[in-house]
C-alpha cells in the first residue's frame, strides 16, 4: 500500500464513524428515521470519496462547497425536508469535507468532528429545552378558538386527547363547515412522567 492508500483509509474510517455517531447517535435517536440516516451516510461518503480524489486536482474549499451545492439542487429540490434534516445535511457535508480536504491530523480531525456530533446530540437532547411535539387538529368548537377563550381550549383539548398540551395556533378557519386546523404543541410523555 502506497502512502496515499493509508491517508484514504484512515480518513475514510474517520470520516464513516463520525457520520455514524452523527446520523444514528444524533438524528435516528430522536427521529426514527432510518432511510434519511442512511441517507445521510452515503451522502456523506459520496461527499467524502469525490472530494478526496479531486482535491489532488488543485481543488480549493469553495469548489467542495459548489459541489455540495449542485448536489443539494439536483437531489432535493424535488422533495422538501425539514429544517432539521437539512441542517444535519449540511453537518455530514462539514464532516465529509474537513475530513477528505482539512490539513489537520486525524487526531485533530476526530476531536473536531467528535465536538461537532456532541454539539448535534446536546442540542437534540432535552438537556436544554423541553421536547415538544407537534400535532394537527381539525377543532369543531369554532366558539373555543377566539383569544379570550384560550384557557378553555387547551383545557377542551387536553380532556379529547390526552395529551399534555401547553400551545395552540390556528393554522386554518373554516367558517363554511364551523371546523378550524390547529396545531397543537404538547409535551412528550416521558417528560410529562418525568416532571
Same mark, same amino acid.
Request: aromatic content about 12%; glycine content about 4%.
Given at each position: 500500500?502506497?502512502? =496515499?492508500?493509508?491517508?484514504?483509509? #484512515?480518513?475514510?474510517?474517520?470520516?464513516?464513524?463520525? =457520520?455514524?455517531?452523527?446520523?444514528?447517535?444524533?438524528?435516528?435517536?430522536? #427521529?426514527?428515521?432510518?432511510?434519511? $440516516?442512511?441517507?445521510?451516510?452515503?451522502?456523506?461518503?459520496?461527499?467524502?470519496?469525490? @472530494?478526496?480524489?479531486?482535491?489532488?486536482?488543485?481543488? #480549493?474549499?469553495?469548489?467542495?462547497?459548489?459541489?455540495?451545492?449542485?448536489?443539494?439542487?439536483?437531489?432535493?429540490?424535488?422533495?422538501?425536508?425539514?429544517?432539521?434534516?437539512?441542517?444535519?445535511?449540511?453537518?455530514?457535508?462539514?464532516?465529509?469535507?474537513?475530513?477528505?480536504?482539512?490539513?489537520?491530523? =486525524?487526531?485533530?480531525?476526530?476531536?473536531?468532528?467528535?465536538?461537532?456530533?456532541?454539539?448535534?446530540?446536546?442540542?437534540? #437532547?432535552?438537556?436544554?429545552?423541553?421536547?415538544?411535539?407537534?400535532?394537527?387538529?381539525?377543532?369543531?368548537?369554532?366558539?373555543?378558538? @377566539?383569544?379570550?377563550?384560550?384557557?378553555?381550549?387547551?383545557?377542551?383539548?387536553?380532556?379529547?386527547?390526552? =395529551?399534555?398540551?401547553?400551545?395552540?395556533?390556528?393554522?386554518?378557519?373554516?367558517?363554511?363547515?364551523?371546523?378550524?386546523?390547529?396545531?397543537?404543541?404538547?409535551? $412528550?410523555?416521558?417528560?410529562?412522567?418525568?416532571?
Amino acid at each position: 500500500m502506497t502512502k =496515499l492508500d493509508l491517508i484514504f483509509l #484512515s480518513r475514510f474510517l474517520v470520516n464513516i464513524l463520525s =457520520l455514524a455517531v452523527l446520523c444514528y447517535g444524533c438524528y435516528f435517536r430522536i #427521529s426514527k428515521n432510518a432511510v434519511v $440516516a442512511g441517507s445521510f451516510i452515503l451522502f456523506g461518503v459520496g461527499v467524502f470519496i469525490i @472530494t478526496f480524489l479531486l482535491h489532488g486536482v488543485d481543488m #480549493s474549499m469553495e469548489f467542495a462547497f459548489g459541489l455540495f451545492a449542485v448536489f443539494t439542487m439536483l437531489r432535493y429540490r424535488t422533495e422538501s425536508i425539514s429544517i432539521k434534516e437539512m441542517t444535519y445535511l449540511f453537518l455530514v457535508t462539514a464532516i465529509a469535507l474537513l475530513t477528505s480536504v482539512g490539513q489537520m491530523s =486525524l487526531i485533530e480531525l476526530s476531536i473536531l468532528n467528535g465536538i461537532i456530533c456532541l454539539i448535534a446530540f446536546l442540542i437534540d #437532547s432535552s438537556v436544554f429545552v423541553k421536547r415538544y411535539e407537534v400535532q394537527s387538529v381539525c377543532y369543531e368548537r369554532i366558539e373555543n378558538i @377566539t383569544p379570550q377563550n384560550q384557557a378553555t381550549l387547551i383545557h377542551d383539548l387536553k380532556q379529547r386527547t390526552g =395529551l399534555n398540551v401547553v400551545a395552540v395556533d390556528i393554522e386554518h378557519i373554516d367558517f363554511l363547515r364551523d371546523v378550524a386546523q390547529l396545531k397543537v404543541s404538547y409535551l $412528550a410523555e416521558k417528560q410529562t412522567k418525568a416532571a
